[in-house]
Structure formats: C-alpha cells, structure tokens
C-alpha cells in the first residue's frame, strides 16, 4: 500500500464542482471549471453507455473520436468505434443499440467500453488547461467501478470523489492501478455466506504502464464515517465533501428511526448535522456541499474550517452541463413563476436511498407518466447483486419487471414506486432510448432544494448563464 501525504503538495480549490451523473457534469462543464481555476469534475457514472450513445449519435463535434485517437491501446478505440460509431448520427426513433447486458461480471468487451469511456471523458475534460480534473463515481454501482476508474487513470485524472456507500477500498485501488498491478474489489452482495469479488488486470488491455495516482476524495454525511474511513481505508484520502440532505441526486438517509413528513418526504433533525469541528480535528481539508451554492455560503464554510465549497445544482442549469436546453428552460421558468417544488423521494431510487426530484410537468415525477411506462431494465446499472440459492452471484434491481424481481427473491413491497433511473437521466441528458415498443424513455430530473432559490441569480445572469459567471459569483466576497 502507498501512503502519500499529497494534500500538503496541493492548491486546494475553493469551489469543487459536485459530480453530477449521468452526464450532467460532463467534459464540457468539467473543462470550464478547471478552466477557471476550480476543480472541475465529470460523472464517472454510466460512461460506457454515453460513450456509445454519442458515437452513435454520429458523434457531431468529433470530440469522442478525438479522444480515442488518444486512448493508449489502438485496438481497443478502433473496437469501440468499429462497435458503436454511426457516421451522421441514427434515423429518428431509432433505438440506440445497447451495449450486451452484464452478465455475471461482465465480459471483456464490457470493460473494455467502461474503460474507454472513462478515458473519453477525462481526456476531454482536461484538454486545453493544465489544470485538476476529477471524477465522481457512485460506491453502490460496483460492477463498473473499476474499469471506469482505470480509463480515468489512463487519462491522468487527477482526483476520484465517491459516495453513496462506503468506499473505503477505493484507495487501495488507485495505489494499485497507479504501480500498473491488478486491483480487486470486494463485492455488497444481499445474503452473502462467502466472499464475492471483481478483478481488473490492467495487462489483458495492453502493457501496463505506471500511472499518477490522483487524489481521493469520499463524500460523507456523518462524522463517524469520516473517522472510520480514515482508520478503516487500505489506502491514503485527501479530504472529504461533507453532503446534506439538501443536495441534489441522492442523499443519505437520515440517522436512526426514519420519519416522514405529510408528503413523504424523510425528516432530517440534529443528528444529521456533521460536526465540523470533530471533522476538523482529523486533519484533511473538507468542503461543504448542500444548498452552499451562494457567496454566503463559501464564507461561513471557510469560517468554519473548510477549504471551500462543493456546488451541484447552480452548474447543473449553467449553458455548458449536459441537462438538456428543454430542461433547463422549463425547470428554471418553473422557478421564476413558483410553479415547481422539489420533492425528496424515498422510493424513486432502486438503491433505497432517498433521491431529491424536480416536479417538472411530463417527466416520471407525475404520477401519470410513471405510471404509462411499462417497466424495463435494460441499462441495470443500479442492480443489487444477491447470493443465489445456488451460491452463485444474482442481480435483480426493484424497478424491473416485477416477476423478474420476484423470481430472483425480490420482495413485492420493494417494488413499490421505486423508478427506472438508469433510463430517465439518460432522457436528461437528450440520449432517451426508444423502447422496443416504440415509446421513448422520460426524463426524471434531480436538483438540490436550492434550485427553487435560483430566481435572483437568474434574474442577474440571465437564465443563459456560464459555468464562468458561476464562479465569479461565489468568489465575489472570499
Ligand atoms: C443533477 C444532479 C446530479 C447529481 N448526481 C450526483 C452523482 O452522480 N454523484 C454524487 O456523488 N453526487 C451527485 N449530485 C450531488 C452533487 O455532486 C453535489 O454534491 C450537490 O449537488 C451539492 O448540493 P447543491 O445541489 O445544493 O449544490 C448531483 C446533483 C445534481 C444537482
């Protein structure tokens, strides 16, 4: 294990921009953040298939191919482009041809894309600047944490931000996938009697080549997590972003005994409120994510001992992230004229945890379009991984079909409202598939409760603002 004090050779960024998947905070928002002095940062999540879907999407600006020219192992960009390019995009309505359905695993040719899609959008997001990129990946997706990390790592990614779950094994991967030696990862798998793990092995792609070991950065929403990462982590962190419930995507739950509000949402109270000065005493920088999205905000973070901030929601609706113009225009003229809220639901996410929604007329958050869509899994990215009965490792997720669900030991009440996020934030970012019955996939669209304070800044900015005028405004007082 490599243990490097990296935090004492780095610039600390005031304004980390929140990773925001899938595609939200893509190299786009990424590289104009880094441009601008902050750390920019890319979604790590679900890259294999966005790469598939730009390529197929004829890829109009030549910045996938582009990349690829760069990815270090030419036959494996010649097989993605081979696979997956279409020279003047697809024919309306046509399906996107989906990348093979993981089975067990996953095949080869499965990590190969998840490799070249983490290569992709880091190479891009750190073209043109020489400054800090990061990628943010969810801990709960495993079966792609690897070889996304490893594309990333080809890349020269500079810092890797994980949360929603504990990813304390992370770091030894970065030492590993650093030295070009083959890391593995131990698998949550649901009534697991024996140990489950994946393997990555940098030299079945090609020779293996040492790597920069970017920084690690986990996400927490508790002090205790905090402190048993940093005595529990088979590797070095270099700080962490400390989340509340009032960020956008999906939040911790609350601690202890959930309760809900009239409308369902989970109450959060004291216990959920981080110490910072407990957290302080640990000694690595942290930022303060969650509705800190204001001047004031960055202020009383670094009164209180943070380096800065981390701000999702106010880049999510900037020109250059990846929610498309439609939902931008319709979420932020919702917010000028008070006719949308937000509601923190509990069900939506098939990973259980709770998953901040934007009530936007026509996406999955009315009850109605949720309803017409038959359920579908065919993207499975949140699946939880079980012990079969006959010992061998299943995947089932709660928003598939019931009777799949079902007959992999799935219960009936797990069922209940939980929604395909896997398909409708590829709707967000205008990749919506076209299901085999001719329907499209809907958008579902998150933010953090801020969003509905966004009217001001609108009104200053224009609802056509920069990723650039965002961070003038943050820094204005600090
Ligand atoms: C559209 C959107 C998608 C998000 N997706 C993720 C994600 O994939 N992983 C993650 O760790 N955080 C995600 N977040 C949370 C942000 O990274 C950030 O921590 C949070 O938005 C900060 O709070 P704010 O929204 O009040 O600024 C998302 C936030 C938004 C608005």
């Known amino acids: 294990m490599i243990q490097t004090d990296q935090t004492s050779h780095w610039d600390l960024p005031r304004i980390i921009q929140g990773g925001m998947g899938a595609a939200v905070s893509n190299w786009k928002l990424a590289q104009a953040v880094s441009s601008g002095g902050q750390l920019g940062v890319i979604s790590g999540t679900a890259l294999d298939t966005i790469i598939v879907r730009r390529l197929q999407d004829g890829d109009v600006d030549g910045s996938t191919r582009r990349a690829l020219e760069h990815f270090p192992y030419p036959d494996l960009a010649r097989y993605a482009l081979e696979t997956y390019y279409k020279p003047g995009g697809r024919a309306t309505n046509e399906p996107y041809k989906r990348l093979a359905l993981q089975v067990g695993l996953g095949s080869r040719n499965a990590q190969i894309m998840m490799v070249v899609g983490g290569f992709v959008e880091v ?103 905090a402190t048993m990462l940093t005595r529990k982590s088979n590797g070095s962190i270099e700080g962490f972003i400390v989340e509340g419930p009032t960020a956008g995507g999906h939040n911790a739950p609350p601690r202890g005994q959930t309760t809900f509000d009239e409308r369902g949402q989970p109450i959060y109270g004291e216990r959920d409120v981080v110490d910072l000065s407990a957290l302080k005493a640990i000694g690595l920088p942290f930022w303060l994510a969650g509705g800190t999205g204001t001047p004031d905000a960055l202020r009383h973070a670094l009164e ?79 699946r939880e991984m079980y012990q079969t009965d006959q010992g061998k490792l299943g995947f089932r997720c709660a928003s598939e079909p019931f009777d799949a669900f079902l007959a992999k030991g799935g219960k009936l009440e797990d069922t209940k409202g939980r929604k395909c996020l896997c398909n409708s934030l590829m709707a967000d970012v205008g990749m919506a598939q076209v299901q085999r019955n001719g329907v499209v996939e809907q958008a579902l669209v998150t933010s953090g409760d801020d969003l509905l304070k966004l009217g001001r800044f609108i009104e200053r900015y224009s609802s056509d603002y920069t990723a650039s005028q965002v961070i003038s405004y943050l820094l204005a007082q600090a």
């Open 123 to 225: 190479f891009l997001a750190k073209e043109g600047h020489n400054a800090p990129v990061g990628m943010n990946l969810l801990t709960k997706i495993q079966t792609h944490t690897l070889g996304t990390l490893y594309g990333a790592m080809l890349a020269g990614v500079d810092c890797i931000l994980m949360g929603a779950g504990i990813p304390k094994d992370i770091p030894g991967v970065l030492d590993k996938f650093a030295l070009g030696e083959s890391a593995s990862l131990k698998l949550d798998v649901t009534g697991a009697t024996e140990t489950f793990s994946m393997t990555l092995e940098p030299a079945q792609f090609g020779t293996p080549m040492p790597l920069k070991r970017p920084k690690f950065l986990p996400i927490i929403a508790s002090n205790l997590l």
């Open 304 to 382: 209180h001992g943070a380096a800065g901030i981390q701000v999702g929601t106010l880049f999510a609706y900037s020109r250059e992230s990846g929610l498309t113009p439609e939902i931008k225009k319709t979420a932020l003229s919702g917010v000028q004229n008070g006719s949308i809220g937000i509601f923190t639901d509990p069900l939506a996410s098939p990973t259980g945890f709770p998953f901040k929604v934007v009530e936007i007329p026509g996406t999955l958050s009315e009850q109605s379009v949720y309803q017409a869509r038959g359920r579908v899994c065919d993207l499975a990215y949140l």
